[in-house]
C-alpha cells in the first residue's frame, strides 16, 4: 500500500479526534464550572532511507532522508483558568482563584489534616475525594451541606460551633449540629427547619434552624474547605464537573484550608460559567475540517494511482 495513504488515514484519525475535542466544548459551552480542552498533534514514526552520516577528509556529510506515516494525538490539555462568575443568588459560591470544594459521597471519611499545614499528598488523593468549581449547595433532609449532585461538601469545625467536640483542623462533611444550646435537634421529620442559609467570603457557613417548640438560634456550621495542588492540570476529569486525584497522577502535592488564607476567596451567590471561547472553538473547528477533507483527498489520489496500475495490468 501506498505511504501516502497510511499517512492519510492516521490523519484523518487525528483531526477526527480533535473534531471530538472541539464538540465537546461546544456542547459544555453552558456547563458551569467546564474547563475546556485543547487538542495537539504530533507526527508518527519514520522509515529512514539514507541514514544520516557526518561529512570525512574525502567526502561531504549526508543527511538523513525519512518517509513519514501520518499524525498521531499529541495532547488533550485542560484549560484551567477562572471564568467570568454568573451571580444566581441563594445557598451558592464560586472560588475567586485557584482551588477546589472538596466533596465525597460517604460523609464518615473525616481527615486530620491540620488545616493551613496540610502537605501530605496522602489524605486527600487516597479517599475517594471528588472535587469541584462548582459550589451549588443545599441542605438535605439530615442536616449535611450537599452539592447538586447529593455529594457531601467538606470542611472545618469553627471554634464556636455548637456541635460536640469540634476539632480545629480536622477535614469533617459539614452538618447543622444535632444539638443547639443544649436542645435536640430532630432530623428524621419535620422538627427542624434550616432557613436563612448564608455563606460569606471566608467560606463560613451559617444557618438558623427552628426546633419543634419553634426557638430559632443562628448556628455556624464550619468553613468550606478549599484543595488546592502543586498542578492542578494533572486532575482527572471524571464528569458532572468533578476531578480526581490519585497518589500516581501528576496532580503533585495537596493540601486544604479555608478561604482566605493565603489562597483564594469566595464569591457568595455566584457560580462559574464555561471558560469555553466560540471564536476559538469555530477557528479550530474550521482549520480541523479543512485538515480532514484535504487527508481524505490524499486517499482520492492514491486509490486512483492504484486503479491506474491494476488498469496497466489489462
Not at 519514520?46 to 501520518?70: C, E, L, M, W
Not at 459521597?105 to 499545614?117: V, Y
Not at 467560606?203 to 455556624?220: A, C, H, M, P
Not at 483527498?297 to 486509490?303: E, G
Amino acid at each position: 500500500m501506498l505511504r501516502a495513504m497510511d499517512s492519510a488515514v492516521s490523519g484523518l484519525r487525528a483531526h477526527q479526534q480533535k473534531l471530538d475535542v472541539i464538540g465537546h466544548n461546544i456542547a459544555n459551552v453552558n456547563t458551569v464550572g467546564y474547563k475546556s480542552q485543547s487538542y495537539t498533534f504530533k507526527d508518527t514514526m519514520y522509515q529512514s532511507s539514507t541514514s544520516s552520516t557526518a561529512g570525512t577528509t574525502t567526502s561531504g556529510g549526508v543527511n538523513a532522508a525519512q518517509y513519514g506515516y501520518g499524525s498521531l494525538m499529541g495532547t488533550i490539555s485542560v484549560d484551567m483558568a477562572a471564568s467570568t462568575p454568573t451571580y444566581v443568588g441563594g445557598f451558592a459560591a464560586t472560588i475567586d482563584g485557584e482551588g477546589f470544594f472538596i466533596v465525597n459521597t460517604d460523609p464518615r471519611k473525616n481527615l486530620d489534616i491540620k488545616g493551613d499545614a496540610a502537605n501530605d499528598e496522602s489524605p486527600l488523593k487516597t479517599n475517594d475525594f471528588l472535587f469541584s468549581r462548582v459550589g451549588n449547595f443545599k441542605i438535605d433532609s439530615r442536616g449535611y451541606i450537599v452539592d447538586g449532585n447529593g455529594n457531601f461538601v467538606y470542611g472545618f469545625l469553627c471554634e464556636d460551633n455548637s456541635a460536640a467536640a469540634p476539632v480545629i483542623g480536622e477535614l469533617v462533611a459539614l452538618r447543622v449540629p444535632s444539638e443547639v444550646d443544649g436542645t435536640k435537634l430532630d432530623f428524621s421529620g419535620d422538627a427542624l427547619e434550616a432557613k436563612n442559609v448564608k455563606i460569606n467570603k471566608a467560606g463560613n457557613i451559617e444557618v438558623t434552624v427552628t426546633d419543634k417548640n419553634g426557638d430559632s438560634k443562628t448556628v455556624t456550621l464550619g468553613t468550606v474547605a478549599i484543595a488546592t495542588f502543586q498542578n492542578q492540570e494533572g486532575l482527572t476529569k471524571d464528569g458532572s464537573n468533578y476531578y480526581t486525584a490519585t497518589m500516581s497522577d501528576n496532580s503533585g502535592a495537596a493540601s486544604a484550608a479555608g478561604p482566605g488564607s493565603n489562597r483564594a476567596t469566595l464569591m457568595p451567590g455566584y457560580l462559574e460559567a464555561s471558560n469555553v471561547d466560540m471564536a476559538v472553538e469555530f477557528s479550530e473547528m474550521i482549520m480541523a475540517e479543512r485538515g480532514f477533507q484535504a487527508n481524505s483527498k490524499i486517499i482520492t489520489v492514491s486509490d486512483e494511482i492504484l486503479s491506474d496500475l491494476i488498469n496497466m495490468k489489462r
